[in-house]
């Protein structure tokens, strides 16, 4: 998606897709993933996720990356933190108590700038690029983590019968990207509530990668 799409979005206050808890797919499956205790968890396309409170509140340390500086600006807000600013390369580097949040292009992210994380949690990053992106993205994302583990989250859906993001991503697209570095595991598939904006039935997929 075109950087200015995501920018409207938050601008405008159209963030339908953000949730007001914790995922409950996050809350019932991130101990599958078996880091350390006050481990690192990095948050690909985070935005102002209320998953990153939970991960605070179990004692996780947090890095995520985002392209809107509003949606961080937010997250630290409803935080109740006041973070250091600064600039980190190309990105913005906001910095508080066990949370790190890098502002901008997520591909202009080095491992080197994001440091040792011990698990990636995927909710909202995979699913909000579209197919061209996607390869590139998944591909990044391992190389800038050390391939750690990951709790990946997906949607399935007829895609004729509404736009992305998010977008549908089928069983076998997660196996193409990610079979030859990682085994994969199925942990649920559930069906949407009400499906997605009352336009499609939708099932929501998580996933172990290790």
Same mark, same amino acid.
């Given at each position: +998606? ?8 938050? #601008? ?11 995922? #409950? ?37 947090? #890095? ?63 699913? #909000?690029?579209?197919?061209? +992106?996607?390869?590139?993205? @998944?591909?990044?994302? +391992? ?10 989250? @997906? ?54 990668? @290790?």
């Amino acid at each position: +998606m075109e950087a200015d799409f995501w920018h409207r979005k938050w #601008a405008n206050n159209e963030t339908g897709f953000h949730e007001g808890e914790a995922n #409950a797919l996050l809350v019932k499956h991130f101990g599958r993933l078996s880091i350390p205790e006050g481990g690192r968890v990095f948050l690909p396309l985070c935005g102002k996720t209320r998953d990153i409170a939970w991960l605070l509140s179990q004692g996780y340390r947090v #890095a995520g990356a985002e392209l809107s500086e509003v949606a961080i600006q937010q997250l630290f807000d409803e935080l109740g933190t006041e973070p250091e600013v600064s600039a980190a390369g190309n990105l913005t580097h906001y910095r508080a108590d066990k949370i790190d949040m890098f502002v901008g292009d997520i591909f202009q992210l080095s491992g080197n700038l994001l440091g040792q994380v011990h698990a990636v949690y995927d909710r909202a990053a995979l699913v #909000a690029l579209p197919d061209s +992106m996607r390869e590139v993205y @998944t591909s990044h994302l +391992m190389d800038i983590t050390g391939r750690a583990p990951q709790l990946l989250i @997906t949607f399935e859906y007829d895609q004729e019968l509404m736009d992305g993001p998010p977008f549908s991503i089928r069983d076998g697209e997660v196996r193409q990207h990610y079979r030859n570095h990682y085994r994969l595991t199925q942990l649920e598939r559930k069906d949407v509530p009400g499906g997605f904006k009352g336009q499609c039935a939708a099932r929501e997929s998580a996933w172990l990668l @290790t």
